[in-house]
């Protein structure tokens, strides 16, 4: 099965365009959590499991942040390998989210890293080309190629004109949307494995860019505590959608606001559920 048909399955199996991005900070840790662990990576383990416990009947994937992880060196890649075959058996498609960026032989390498991990995709950047990219599909791997980033000063890089009129976004979304053409000629489908991320906070270009994009699944960062809204997520929903989760088009990623919510009845498990819950209910008024 293709990333794309177990996406789009996941999705409609749970209504929810929804991932949870498990950002792991120790610092962030409920209180009782970090009490029972002299080890911040027994307490980053404990923590990761809860979240997935709590979020897996609401959501459709989690994106898991390598850089939370591999701070602690082998052993926290160890932890991290165990949370994503956790996610995979709560049904979770899972992202990995590295941003890989190298062409040749180490993109293989990095590849074939990511495929170990049982991660189902990856986000890389695309700066040194389409053969930055090809090695993580020939892997089975989805990919969401940065495009148009959620942080404020992405704009000094991304909105620059090129001497055709392009902004460099347009372009790097052309790369994509001529590899997701690659993959929809090759394997079919509704939307492709080939994916790219566009930040909720980018919103004035999403039309443009969904444009240049059509069957592509973007992954929306910035949603909720970054402040991007439904109307800007509603902007980014594919034109040919058919109506439902699977064809939207968009998997919409929420870090803070869901794993950091406020514990229900007393238990932080709970709010996290209930987060995730809300979550999923708020984008179906937007994808329907």
Known sequence: MTFAALLTRRMEATKSVACVGLDPVLEQLPAEVRARHH??????????HGVLRA??????????????????????????????????????????????GDIGLTAGHYAEAARRTGAHSVT????????????????GLGVFVLVRT?????????????????????????????????????????????????GATKASDAAALRARMPDSVFLVPGYGAQGGTADDIRAMVRKDARGGAGSAGVLVTASRSVIEARAVDGAWEKGVGEAARALTEELRGVVG
């Open 55 to 100: 979020g897996a009947g609401h959501v459709a994937a989690v994106k898991f942040q390598s850089a939370c992880f591999e701070r602690y060196g082998g052993r926290g890649v160890v932890v991290l390998e165990e949370c994503i075959r956790e996610a995979v058996r709560h049904g979770l498609v899972v992202v990995l989210d590295v941003k890989r």
């Open 150 to 198: 959620s942080n404020p000063d992405s704009d000094v890089v991304q909105s620059q004109r090129l001497a055709d009129g392009r902004t460099v976004a347009e372009a790097m979304a052309d790369v994509v949307a001529e590899l997701a053409r690659e993959d929809m000629k090759k394997f079919g489908g509704e939307v492709s494995s080939v994916g790219a991320v566009v």
């Open 39 to 48: 080890d911040p990576l027994a307490a980053i383990a404990e923590f990761c």
């Open 124 to 139: 890389l950047s695309g700066y040194m080309g389409p053969s930055t990219i090809r090695p993580f599909l020939d892997a």
